[in-house]
């Protein structure tokens, strides 16, 4: 079992910054690939950026790119994500996500096998 626990959301004003956090424990093979995604009102679930852990390659949704920044800690076990230059259409609540395998599918909401509970953020404009 994999346990992820996400902070940091909140509100904020548009051109802001955040950081969130995604405290892991369990099983670490398990946590070889750690996402984040997020889930509008009234939208499905949509992936914003991921991280290897063997290869430390990122990947982004295009509406991010540039602006948002996947890190990670492993001696902490914390993923981070960094979010600058936020916009209100950034408005949702982020989710962690691991998964043991290393897939060209990253994007790919099935292939992640632990969620965290989610955290809120909310830009104002």
């Known amino acids: 079992q994999v346990q992820l626990v996400e902070s940091g959301g909140g509100l904020v004003q548009a051109g802001g910054s955040l950081r969130l956090s995604c405290a892991a424990s369990?099983?670490?093979?398990?946590?070889?690939?750690m996402a984040w995604f997020r889930q509008a009102p009234g939208e499905e679930r949509r992936f914003v950026a991921a991280i290897v852990k063997s290869t430390g390659n990122t990947y982004y949704a295009d509406s991010v790119k540039g602006r948002f920044t996947i890190s990670r800690d492993n001696a902490k076990n914390t993923v981070y994500l960094r979010m600058n230059s936020l916009q209100p259409e950034d408005t949702a609540v982020y989710y962690c996500a691991s998964t043991p395998y290393v897939s060209a599918s990253y994007a790919y909401e099935p292939l992640y096998e632990y969620w965290g509970q989610g955290t809120q953020v909310t830009v104002s404009s």
């Open positions: 369990g099983r670490i093979f398990s946590r070889n690939t």
